[in-house]
């Protein structure tokens, strides 16, 4: 038997797993799955924490402890979750120093309901940063035209940043310029560069489930022909312009002083429609010093029965380009798609904060100080 996740990490690809709790690190389970199944970093956002916290007790003595000292609830959840993204930290802090620093990361997102304001996200960011007091530690800044800013001056301050809700290429291109603004800040101000570390979490599956629901609407052979193809083709055209900008001139001149590359993530690729191979998000994406944040599930898939063809993105953009195209010709818009599902995703995590809001206040209400 071979093994995929070996062959996939031999391609320069990291595993991080799309999860974390109590009960993982509590077990052992987080350092099981890094001997067995390859991971080398670990992604978390308010619905992991949501879902985490709500089974089991793992949390229950913290919880207690943080309502006898009175902290408000925005603090209990911060310090909650800190307390997780810390262990998993130092967990994964010999992979961290194997790999100098490139993998052994764990990221925490900031608040959510932020999204829109610039200045209380860069707090937020520093905050966090603070907190965890980690190396190891990347924080998450939503890609928003108000993340931007923050994204230039978290990186400007050294913070390790996981830029989360990247749908668009265009808007892509602003992520990695703010990184580029940000190295270039911090080298002014005497930072070592080659400790700032990024990655870019470019999301695949949600393009194709808004895509595909309006694919279906439609109907026709041609429609059905481009199913389950506009996730793949963005996302590769995103490398494309990745090769493009950390192959300039203005990034020569950042590499030179030991900046760090802002890897391509690509996130959500848990296959959403059953019609679908469940490692197509993993096996279509493969390309040299990229990441692939995957859900357990889809991660057991890939050592099960995924079947790796080498680099499945080199040669392809021509390809990616048509598929666009023939979408627009269908009459759907690349733009109209992108502005709705970055709308949808701050919302869906807006959503979520308030899930794991109601559901830490239930564990406060029922402990006993």
Known sequence: MGDA????????VSIWLDDISRDRLRTGNLQQLIDTKHVVGVTS???????????GTAYDDQVRELKTREVAIDGVIRYLMAYDIRWACDVLRPVFDRTGGKDGRVSI??????????ARTTAEAKGLWWLV???NVMVKIPATEAGLPSIAAATAAGVNVNITLIFGLDRYDAVMDAYLTGLEQAKAAGLDLSKIHSVASFFVS???TEVDKRLDKIGSDEARAVRGKAG?????????????VFASERWQALAA???NTQRPLWASTGVKDPTYEDTMYVVELVAPNTVNTMPEATMDAMADHGVLRGNTIAGTYDESRKVLADLEALGIGYDDVIELLEAEGVQKFED????????VQGQLDNAKS
């Open 133 to 135: 007091d980690r190396p």
């Open 5 to 12: 996740l070996a062959d996939l990490s031999a391609e320069d």
């Open 257 to 259: 002083a030991g900046a």
């Open 352 to 359: 979520s904060y308030a899930q794991l809001t109601e559901s």
């Open 206 to 208: 949600r393009v194709d």
């Open 232 to 244: 793949i083709a963005n996302a590769r055209l995103a490398y494309e312009r990745y090769e493009k």
């Open 109 to 118: 997102e900031v608040d959510p309901r932020l999204a829109s304001n610039t």
């Open 45 to 55: 956002n308010p619905t992991i924490f949501q879902k985490a916290i709500e089974k």
